[in-house]
């Protein structure tokens, strides 16, 4: 049956649409208009979702990886079937350009056709005339999912795919921001899975809460912020749930004097201000030596004065709003910080007038170390541009900090810039690239960006527990 995207969002519980009495109210954050008005999950609901999972979890978990690899394969196609309505509405909840949106539902697609192509491994530590001693990796149980507002199907595929092909059920919690793209892939679901292996429920601040307290729930795997990913690791541990938390992240890229500023700058540009820099990975801290900071600062100026703001949905556009009022109001805080502390601004500072929470991108030239827009992740397009000259300092300033998700090192030697990556307190460090994110390589936040990891087998295995087989062969 073809879906409407436009009308008619309910979660998806045990196979079947649910409406609740109470609704959330959603709005596009270009236009300020409430566009749907999708379930507000009420406790109850809650707890009728969970148990589907557990019911679910007994077939699904004994079903062959094959398939259950089919069953996610088959997610893959639907989602591009379904392409055209998908990426309008993730433009209209989330602000994106339309472009950008059909680039996550693609991605979203790829990662789902990817991990189902991804096996359990089993270890063979012994087998010989006597014995048998194996290690094979079986499912957790059931999962809640619980994911962040910036890219809603994208980080909530990164957690379908590997829960379901390991053999788990999952209990998917969109933001309440942006939940109706993640309602709508509940609704295409219900077709391809058998019920209650894939739930999908919508609701306000009390319903990750609730998720992460609730006693048959055994697993959270939880992409958001480092103060909410606190709360859910405390919460977790009454019946101790296994967590994984990808969390904030205040990522440093370091640029070394030998680079080309000129073939670079671009990538560097979009590097911190994709998706309007609400991007846990996006360049937050931009260390550059001093011999080559002034023509980048030029460049930069120069890239960020031709880029189109705007309504995603309008042609052209290349940044889209920020996505929700609280977000936008923290960065005008940000930005007052700056004014009142009297840094200097190469670009932007000046919100537009009129309806929508459009922020320009926005360049501070050098701020000091201790400043709010360096120790703090903005999650919007305001970066600081800070010179250094020594290597040295540049390691450290980009390691004084309790974050440590991402890095990146642009050196004209790679040699050199490799050197200097693996001095970096990251999970990931890129050399002369940035965002090369993949289903088949691990992602994991170091320090207070994280626990557990996500993607390739490492993330396949945090949805899985080592169950050790030991035979005597008598
Ligand atoms: P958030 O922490 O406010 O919310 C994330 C999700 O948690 C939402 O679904 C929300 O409803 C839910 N939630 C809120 N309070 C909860 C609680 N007490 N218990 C359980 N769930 C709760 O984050 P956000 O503002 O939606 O997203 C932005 C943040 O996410 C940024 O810090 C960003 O860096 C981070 N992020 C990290 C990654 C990563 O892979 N490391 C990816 C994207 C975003």
């Given at each position: 049956?073809?879906v409407?995207?436009?009308?008619?969002f309910?979660?998806?519980?045990?196979g079947?649409?649910?409406?609740s009495?109470a609704?959330?109210?959603?709005?596009n954050?270009?236009?300020?208009?409430?566009?749907?008005?999708?379930p507000d999950?009420?406790?109850?609901?809650?707890?009728?979702a969970?148990?589907?999972?557990r019911?679910?979890f007994?077939?699904w978990s004994?079903?062959?990886?094959a398939?259950?690899q089919?069953a996610?394969a088959?997610l893959?196609?639907a989602?591009i079937?379904?392409?055209d309505?998908l990426?309008?509405?993730l433009?209209?909840?989330?602000?994106?350009?339309?472009?950008?949106?059909r680039?996550e539902?693609?991605?979203s697609a790829?990662w789902?056709a990817?991990f189902a192509?991804?096996?359990l491994p089993?270890?063979t530590i012994?087998d010989?005339?006597t014995?048998?001693?194996?290690?094979?990796?079986v499912?957790?149980?059931?999962?809640?999912g619980?994911?962040?507002w910036?890219f809603?199907?994208?980080?909530a595929?990164w957690?379908?795919a590997?829960a379901?092909?390991?053999g788990?059920?999952l209990?998917?919690k969109?933001?309440?921001?942006?939940?109706?793209?993640t309602l709508?892939?509940?609704?295409i679901a219900r077709d391809?899975?058998?019920?209650?292996?894939l739930?999908v429920?919508?609701?306000?601040?009390a319903?990750?809460p609730?998720m992460s307290a609730?006693?048959?729930?055994?697993?959270i795997?939880?992409?958001?912020s480092?103060?909410?990913?606190?709360?859910?690791?405390?919460?977790?541990?009454k019946?101790?749930k296994?967590?994984?938390l990808?969390?904030g992240g205040?990522?440093?890229a370091?640029?070394?004097?030998?680079?080309?500023?000129?073939?670079?700058?671009?990538?560097?540009?979009?590097?911190a201000?994709a998706n309007s820099?609400?991007f846990?990975?996006a360049?937050k801290r931009l260390?550059v030596?001093?011999a080559?900071?002034?023509?980048?600062?030029?460049a930069?100026?120069?890239?960020?004065?031709a880029?189109?703001?705007?309504?995603?949905?309008?042609?052209?556009?290349m940044?889209?709003?920020i996505?929700n009022r609280?977000?936008?109001e923290?960065?005008?805080?940000?930005?007052?910080?700056?004014?009142t502390?009297?840094?200097?601004f190469l670009l932007?500072?000046?919100?537009?007038?009129?309806?929508g929470?459009?922020f320009?991108?926005?360049?501070?030239?050098n701020?000091p170390?201790d400043?709010?827009?360096v120790?703090?992740e903005p999650f919007?397009?305001?970066?600081?541009m800070?010179?250094?000259?020594?290597?040295?300092?540049a390691v450290?300033r980009?390691?004084d900090?309790?974050?440590?998700l991402?890095?990146?090192?642009?050196?004209?030697?790679?040699?050199?810039?490799?050197a200097?990556a693996?001095r970096l307190?990251?999970?990931?460090?890129w050399?002369?690239?940035?965002h090369a994110?993949?289903?088949h390589v691990?992602?994991a936040?170091?320090?207070?960006s994280?626990?557990?990891v996500e993607n390739g087998?490492?993330g396949?295995l945090?949805?899985t527990?080592p169950?050790?087989?030991s035979?005597?062969?008598?």
């Open positions: 049956m073809a409407d995207f436009t009308a008619n309910t979660m998806t519980i045990d079947r649409a649910v409406e009495p609704t959330l109210q959603i709005v954050p270009a236009t300020e208009e409430v566009i749907a008005t999708p999950a009420t406790r109850e609901q809650l707890d009728l969970v148990a589907s999972s019911r679910a007994a077939g004994a079903t062959p990886i398939q259950r089919a996610v088959s893959a196609k989602l079937a379904n392409i309505g990426s309008q509405l433009t209209r909840e989330q602000g994106k350009p339309l472009s950008a949106a680039a539902i693609k991605a790829y789902l990817e192509k991804i096996d089993v270890e012994e010989s005339d014995a048998l001693v194996q290690v094979r990796h499912p957790v149980g059931v999962v809640g619980i994911v962040p910036n809603p199907l994208t980080l595929i957690k379908v590997p379901l092909v390991s788990n059920t209990l998917l969109p933001s309440p921001f942006t939940p109706l793209t709508k892939f509940g609704e391809l899975l058998p019920p209650g292996v739930n429920i919508s609701g306000g601040d319903l990750g609730w609730h006693a048959d729930i055994d697993k795997s939880f992409t958001g480092t103060p909410t990913g606190r709360r859910v690791m405390e919460s977790a541990s019946n101790l296994r967590l994984t990808e969390l205040n990522d440093a370091i640029v070394m004097p030998d680079v080309d500023v000129d073939k670079l700058a671009q990538t560097l540009f979009w590097g201000f820099s609400q846990c990975l360049i260390y030596h001093e080559v900071y002034d023509r980048l600062a030029a930069f100026v120069k890239i960020g004065q880029v189109k703001l705007g309504d995603g949905m309008a042609e052209g556009t940044l889209g709003p996505q609280v977000q936008y923290r960065l005008k805080g940000l930005l007052e910080d700056s004014k502390n009297g840094h200097q932007g500072g000046e919100l537009p007038a009129g309806k929470y459009f320009p991108v926005t360049l501070i030239d701020p170390d400043s709010r827009i120790r703090e919007g397009p305001i970066l600081p800070l010179k250094f000259s020594n290597t040295d300092d450290a980009a390691n900090s309790e974050f440590g991402g890095a990146s090192v642009w050196a004209g030697d790679y040699q050199q810039g490799l200097i693996k307190q990251a999970g990931t460090v050399v002369n690239q940035i994110l993949s289903p691990p992602l936040g170091h320090k207070q994280g626990l557990g087998v490492h396949l945090e949805y527990m169950q050790t087989l035979v005597k062969k008598i």
